[in-house]
């Protein structure tokens, strides 16, 4: 297939050169430059930065996920609502958080599993319910952020930022899961090809139901990191972060056809996008065209990174 | 084992329920429709009313303009997810450049339908040169251009309707049909005609099934591919004429999520993500289905977002469905 010696162009390294690139260059600015910025970048990625690690699993194992967006966004409401800023529900909170990411992964695997109908018609669908949910909860911000999780979200651990740090160790547990366990080669086992896989024994349905459940508790965490910024429930918090995971996740050179791709390109590619948005803040570029260039960089992502095959929509 | 005389008969009776499936098929969203009509009837007997029934499709026809974009895309087995914004564009396009002249009209329309051709074509190209995935690819073009109409309006509604637009596009002929409303049933029916008796429209239904053996009859993958997406752009940019008239609200962001509706739309319409099967009738009627379940959730006291849910599970439901049917076969 000359489709392969296409997919070479710019995968695995092809994201290091290209932030390595951008960092080299966002460091003649001056204010780019200081310690506090830097932190800055990083601690307002570290969202994103989760939400893509999920997606990671879901994409390596040939699926797609569209509904953590919202899903994120209804995690930000609850938690804010029910905290209320006490933060004596600290705990209840937390549990809702991971265990309403949990179960709503589930209920998507579980669906994906039983209709087989395509992952992204699904979640798409999904996607839509959850929206309608969040909504019709509330249309406008709601509670209260309790302190320790504005902590997590912006806080400072030894003078060192601790949503960065969150991120760092998921990122690397992460990583170890996909590389280094059995569950890690079965995902990709199922997203080089599925039918192989179930013929080599792999029981590709629970592969597929777990990775799920992952990006479920990716928004979960995602969503207290935004609610832990925001300090509020606002409902729209989550739109847009399902494309903005998609987009680090090939950016960083997973292919969507699945089997192929590492998490440290996802991270890698969040950072770029956090760089792009700060320099171009710095620069004092307008909202409007900051807009215009993250559409750019999606397109040249996808052309770049993913040589499609005939069919490939997805 | 079946004897000479029996075989013909094996073979008719296998070709009779071979149409009768594609049939059933076919006409399965027409039930669906006519049944969750005799539904709504029952809660309000707007349903049965001609004029609220036509009111509905002018409401339908932004939406189902892209719709009809989106069907030929998905049969030749693309998918068009920048129409939502390139209805938006369309839409504050058309208004600015109208400006509050009648004289401008013709101009205005003219522009706006260019630009979301040219956009299509952009959309096209990239797809047929790369052959990268449509979906991320055209979701990335609606986040330009979302980028594009803001930078464009200086992020507020802006421009000034001419008189006398939107007061042709809602009147209603004989009192019953608004000129909208008919507007999109000539289009649809104009697509219907084009994917049933033409070159062109056949040609996406094999590219889309098959896209190896459509290379191999010699047809020209790649102008297909820029033609009918330069041809989703256009029927987008309709649609955000289409909408002005309707509201008269040309906010940077006014089409935002009728991609999700009019994806639902060609979705329940029996048009699959795989190509080559389904069509433009079927969006017809998918869109219908869709709208009188709005209105019906709207009738009942229920707001927009819960009518997010519904065409959430709609889209499910019907996916699974149509995913059973042909499985079965």
């Known amino acids: 297939m000359p489709v392969v010696s296409r997919s070479m162009r710019l995968t695995d390294r092809g994201i290091y050169w290209v932030l390595a690139a951008a960092l080299a260059a966002a460091g003649l600015i001056p204010e780019f430059r200081s310690l506090g910025n830097l932190a800055n970048v990083a601690t307002q990625s570290a969202a994103l930065a989760v939400l893509a690690v999920g997606q990671t699993f879901v994409i390596l194992c040939g699926l797609i996920d569209l509904s953590v967006g919202q899903l994120t966004g209804l995690i930000v409401v609850l938690v804010c609502d029910v905290a209320a800023g006490r933060d004596a529900m600290m705990a209840p909170a937390l549990l809702l958080a991971i265990g309403l990411g949990a179960g709503s992964g589930a209920v998507t695997g579980l669906l994906n599993n039983r209709l087989r109908i395509h992952p992204l018609i699904l979640t798409f669908g999904t996607m839509s319910v959850l929206q309608g949910i969040v909504f019709t909860y509330t249309d406008r911000s709601v509670g209260r952020a309790p302190a320790a999780i504005a902590w997590l979200a912006d806080g400072r651990l030894l003078g060192l930022p601790v949503a960065p740090l969150l991120v760092l160790v998921l990122a690397a547990g992460a990583h170890v899961t996909l590389t280094r366990t059995r569950f890690g080669m079965h995902v990709r086992a199922v997203g080089g090809g599925r039918d192989n896989a179930r013929r080599a024994g792999i029981d590709t349905d629970r592969v597929a139901a777990t990775v799920f459940v992952i990006s479920g ?98 | 084992m079946s004897t000479e005389a029996e075989r013909p008969r094996v073979r008719m009776a296998a070709i009779v329920s071979g149409l009768s499936a594609g049939w059933l098929e076919r006409a399965a969203i027409w039930v669906v429709l006519l049944a969750l009509l005799g539904v709504a009837a029952l809660f309000s007997d707007a349903f049965v009313q001609p004029i609220y029934l036509f009111n509905m499709v002018r409401q339908a026809a932004p939406v189902g303009m892209a719709a009809i974009g989106v069907t030929l895309v998905m049969v030749m087995g693309g998918v068009d997810l920048s129409v939502g914004a390139v209805i938006s564009l369309a839409a504050v396009v058309a208004a600015v450049l ?30 047929a040169w790369n052959r990268a995935s449509p979906f991320i690819l055209t979701l990335g073009t609606a986040v330009a251009v979302y980028g594009l109409t803001q930078i464009y309006s200086g992020g507020t509604a802006r421009g000034i309707v001419a008189p006398g637009f939107r007061e042709f596009f809602n009147q209603r002929i004989g009192g019953l049909v608004p000129v909208l409303a008919l507007l999109f049933l000539a289009a649809a029916s104009l697509a219907v005609l084009v994917q049933r008796t033409t070159r062109f429209g056949r040609s996406l239904y094999l590219v889309g099934s098959n896209p190896g053996a459509a290379r191999l ?113």
């Open chain 2, 98 to 127: 109208m400006d509050g002249q009648a004289g401008n009209i013709g101009y205005a329309l003219a522009a706006t339908l260019t630009i979301g051709a040219a956009i299509g074509f952009a959309n096209g190209v990239l797809i």
């Open chain 2, 217 to 329: 009859a010699g047809l020209h993958g790649a102008r297909l591919t820029v033609a009918t997406y330069t041809l989703s752009g256009l029927l987008a940019a309709l649609g955000g004429i289409t909408l002005l008239a309707r509201s008269g609200v040309s906010s940077t962001f006014a089409g935002r999520g009728f991609e999700f509706d009019a994806l639902a739309a060609v979705v329940l319409g029996g048009t699959t993500f795989e190509g080559g099967r389904g069509g433009v009738g079927g969006t017809v009627a998918g869109l219908l289905v869709l709208f009188v379940a709005f209105n019906l959730v709207n009738i009942l006291g229920l707001n927009y977002n819960t009518q997010r849910v519904v065409a959430g599970v709609i889209i499910i439901v019907a996916s699974a469905a149509y995913t059973l049917l042909t499985s079965r076969r």
């Open chain 1, 217 to 314: 508790v990716s928004a979960a965490i995602g969503g207290l990191l935004v609610a832990g910024r925001l300090g509020v429930g606002y409902p729209h918090a989550g739109a847009g972060f399902e494309l903005d995971a998609i987009v680090a996740v090939v950016l960083g050179g997973t292919s969507l056809a699945g089997g192929r791709g590492s998490v440290a390109g996802t991270v890698a590619a969040v950072l770029l996008l956090g760089l792009t948005n700060n320099v171009l803040n710095l620069l004092q570029i307008s909202s409007f065209i900051q807009m215009l260039v993250k559409g750019l960089i999606v397109i040249g992502a996808i052309l770049v990174n993913q040589p499609g095959g005939r069919r490939a929509f997805a």
